[in-house]
């Protein structure tokens, strides 16, 4: 079993992630190759919360170009995390 830090790479804050922190949810930048239950571990390990449920989304990068230059951004997935009703995690603005 891997460690939780190399699980989770950070807490997403974006308008939408906000919205829905007011229902118990949190927006969660996970590592490619973790599943539901190693993302759920390692969220409860790090935070001190209960999860009822995880939702995955593998979100591919952008095309960019500088100049005559083009290139892409690397993949990356994200976690919505469901916590039981009234914990909540704290995100520094």
Known sequence: MRPATDVVRGIRQTEKATRIAAHDQYV???????????????????????????????????????????????????????LTKGQKIEVKS
């Open 28 to 82: 969660v930048r996970v590592a490619l190759d973790a599943n539901k239950v190693e993302i759920r571990r390692a969220v409860e390990q790090l935070f001190n919360v209960k999860v009822t449920q995880v939702n995955t989304q593998r979100c591919h990068g952008k095309w960019r170009q500088v100049r005559a230059q083009r290139g892409r951004r690397p993949d990356w997935k994200k976690a919505v995390v469901t």
